[in-house]
Structure formats: C-alpha cells, structure tokens
C-alpha cells in the first residue's frame, strides 16, 4: 500500500509515518528507489496499532521502540483497559468539576436577579417511617434515592404509604445527619424506624427540576432567611411532591426550613 492509503487505514497521519520511518521505529516493506516512494504491507499495521497504543499509554517514542517486540499482546490489552478505567476516572471528575463550576456561576448570576416568592407557614407534625444516617455531603445523592427505594420494598404494599416522601438534612462535625421516609401511620419494619418531626415555622419554597441543582435554590432561600433577619431552627425538610420520572426534569420539590426570629 502507498504511504497514503496506509496512513488511512491506520488513522494516523502520513507526516507521523515518515517521522516513523526516519527514527527506525516503523520502516516501510519497500521504497521505491527511483522515486523514493514509500510503501507498507498490511501485516504492518499490528506494528503501528502497538506503536499508537503505547504512545497513548504515556510512553515516549524512544520507550514504544524498547517495547514494541517485548509487551506481549494480552499485556499491551491489559494495559489499554487499565488506562481506559483511568481516563473513565478523571472524564468524570472533570464533568464533577465542570458542573460545580457551572452551578457556582447560576449562583452568581441569581445574586442579581430579584429573590423568589417565599412564605413562612407553619408545617404540621409529621410520624416517618425512615432509616438515618450521617453521611459524607458528597455522598448525599448516593444514599436518599436507595434509601427511599429500600424503605418503599418494606411499606409499599400498603395503600397510600409512599404518598408523601420526605427528608431532613442537618450539618454536623460528622457530615451531614440525614432522615429519609415517608409520612404514614404504617409501623416500622425491618432496618426502619419511627420519626416524629415537630410542628415548627418554616420559610417554604420550591425547586423545579433535578436534584443535582437543589443546592442552588437551598442557597437563594438561606440568604432570604438571613437577609431578612430570621435565624434557623432546625434541620430543614424537602417535601417530594411530584418525583416520578427517572430525569428528574418535572420534579417538584417543597424547600422548608424551620426558623425563629434572630
């Protein structure tokens, strides 16, 4: 094959080929010695798939020509995965990053905008039957939804159990103290128990949309309560009014945090 059609079959580029060539890690079958053409066979091309893929493992070119005929070719797939998980790994942290920067600058942005419509109410009493636990905050998103799912496999099949999921969030030294159930009358079964939430004054507001963006709202509402001279009392509560897609994009989520004046 000429440089060029090897150079597509390969997916790399007809100057890398000759660079190849000129440092002796990849030489053509043949060139031509009246014209100087190169050309390469297509049993070549195991060679230049190695090449490319310890080139992509981090390996400089004088380290891929130590290489080439010593890694075997389970090795070199062995190699290939670990590197496809550590790649996997860091495109995920960077998304993670990505997205705290992106809703830290809706933050900034919402510091202008005017404030949402809030009322203070008073929010009844409310009997749970719900697991708790005290969690890393980045892990909050990894334990609600399981828990919920968990307690709903024990008091589903009684009528109307799951009609009203709540969950309540206080920060401690430890992490963040979380309470997850549903309000019913039915008895706590097995790995639940029984919360009671007090009667308390609460500002309320609400979040339209998924989770990953609550925090927001959470910020616009706490500055409110500051800003207008309340102090909190208490853990606040999400009141899950409407959460049934797997998208989360028309959820309704009900913001309450107990308050007093400062």
């Not at 990849?26 to 190695?50: C, F, I, K, M, T």
């Not at 390996?59 to 670990?82: I, K, N, P, S, Y």
Request: proline share 5%; with cysteine; aromatic share 6%.
């Amino acid at each position: 094959m000429l440089i060029s059609d090897f150079a597509r079959l390969g997916q790399v580029s007809v100057r890398m080929l000759r660079h190849y060539d000129a440092i002796g890690l990849l030489v053509p079958e043949r060139v031509d010695p009246w014209n100087g053409y190169r050309s390469y066979a297509p049993e070549q091309l195991h060679a230049l798939n190695r090449i490319v893929a310890l080139k992509d493992l981090g390996f400089t070119l004088e380290q891929v020509a130590h290489l080439l005929d010593d890694v075997a070719d389970a090795e070199l797939r062995g190699m290939l995965r670990l590197r496809r998980a550590q790649l996997e790994d860091e495109a995920r942290a960077v998304g993670t990053r990505l997205a705290a920067v992106e809703s830290r600058l809706r933050m900034i942005e919402k510091e202008k905008q005017t404030m949402p419509d809030y009322v203070i109410k008073t929010v009844p009493a409310v009997r749970l039957v719900a697991r708790r636990a005290t969690v890393d905050p980045a892990a909050i998103g990894t334990f609600v939804g399981p828990t919920f799912d968990a307690i709903a496999r024990e008091i589903g099949h009684v009528s109307g159990a799951l009609a009203t999921p709540i969950a309540t969030y206080a920060e401690t030294e430890e992490g963040m103290s979380i309470v997850v159930g549903y309000a019913t009358n039915v008895e706590a079964q097995a790995g639940t128990e029984i919360v009671d939430l007090p009667q308390q004054s609460a500002v309320c507001g609400v979040h339209l949309g998924p989770m990953a963006t609550i925090h927001e709202s959470w910020q616009a509402l706490h500055r409110w309560i500051v800003e207008n001279g309340y102090t909190f009392d208490g853990p606040c509560r999400e009141l899950y009014v409407r959460a049934e897609s797997t998208d989360q994009a028309d959820w309704v989520t009900e913001l309450q945090q107990p308050i007093r004046q400062a």
